[in-house]
């Protein structure tokens, strides 16, 4: 009970008070650059979705987590509530119409509105030549990393508007600037999040709502395993990072606080590199 009235007043005034999220810390940040906002992250129970979530949640925000596995949402949510931070979770596989809606539902549920979406969850099925892949591959690619980021935004779109003060990060990647062999459709799918980001920066500008997009290049993760486990692939991809180092999820974290703040209010837009090394001109 005294848990559930933290969380209200925690939310106010945004929240509608007759709502209540469940499993709530009951030493949440209050203070911080991102107190009071709310923020929804896909595939967030791990990598570089979860470190972005920690660290939204550490400047003060009240986050949902999802990913497509229970098991990963409850660990996932408990490690964050353990350190005292205002997390909740629930399943949502980003392909699912479904389970988009129902994110969407246990956000406003949770705290009666959204200021801030990350769109991190990415995949890649496929490794081998780009006209190799099949149209399965290649629909479930633009299906998760493409469509899904628009979709989503689209169900969140009136709840965020009504805030009146939103930010939208896309997770893109250096593929989309450097293309990497055998990974060809997912190239092109984060070149899209590209173009997707400065055409909802263009759209969302005259409600509000700010557009950016986090650019990774090779951080340590699952994901990227087959890379920087791999000494020879690794060694070769050194050459070309002035800092000689691999990447922490943590790494790209504190940009995206800094894009979903205050203090990032005049930049909408924008794709920004986290690699390691320069990408422009
Ligand atoms: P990761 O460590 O493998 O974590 C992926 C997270 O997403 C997990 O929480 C996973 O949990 C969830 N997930 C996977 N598929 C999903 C789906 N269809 N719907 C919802 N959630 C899903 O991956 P990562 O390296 O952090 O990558 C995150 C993003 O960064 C991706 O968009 C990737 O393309 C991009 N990126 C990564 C790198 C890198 O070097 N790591 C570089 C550039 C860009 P479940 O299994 O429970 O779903």
């Known amino acids: 009970m005294l848990q559930a009235v933290v969380w209200t007043l925690r939310c106010l005034p945004h929240s509608n008070p007759g709502l209540f999220v469940r499993r709530q810390s009951s030493r949440v940040a209050q203070r911080g650059v991102l107190a009071k906002r709310v923020a929804v992250l896909t595939g967030s129970t791990d990598g570089i979705g979860f470190a972005i979530a920690r660290r939204l949640a550490q400047d003060g925000a009240h986050v949902v987590i999802s990913s497509r596995k229970q098991q990963n949402v409850e660990h996932a949510v408990a490690t964050l509530q353990g350190e005292g931070l205002s997390v909740a979770g629930t399943v949502c596989h ?88 055998e990974l060809g459709a997912y190239n092109v799918s984060k070149t899209a999040l590209l173009g997707l980001t400065r055409t909802l920066a263009l759209e969302l500008a005259p409600k509000n709502i700010r557009v950016n997009c986090l650019v990774p290049g090779v951080i340590k993760t699952d994901f990227s395993k087959v890379i920087h486990c791999n000494e020879a692939i690794w060694n070769q991809l050194k050459q070309s990072h002035q800092l000689q180092r691999i990447g922490k999820p943590e790494d790209c974290a504190g940009l995206v606080s800094f894009l979903c703040s205050e203090d990032a209010s005049y930049i909408t837009g924008e794709n920004i590199v986290v690699a390691g090394c320069s990408s422009r001109l």
């Open 94 to 181: 980003v392909g699912k119409a479904e389970d988009r809606q129902r994110l969407v539902a246990k956000a406003l549920e949770y705290c009666g509105g959204v200021d801030i979406l990350v769109c991190n969850a990415g995949v890649n099925p496929f490794v081998g030549s780009t006209l190799g892949a099949s149209e399965q591959v290649w629909d479930k690619i633009l299906d998760t990393n493409v469509k899904a980021p628009a979709l989503l935004l689209s169900q969140l779109l009136p709840h965020m508007e009504k805030r009146g003060n939103a930010a939208v990060i896309l997770v893109s990647s250096v593929s989309a600037y450097f293309p990497i062999v």
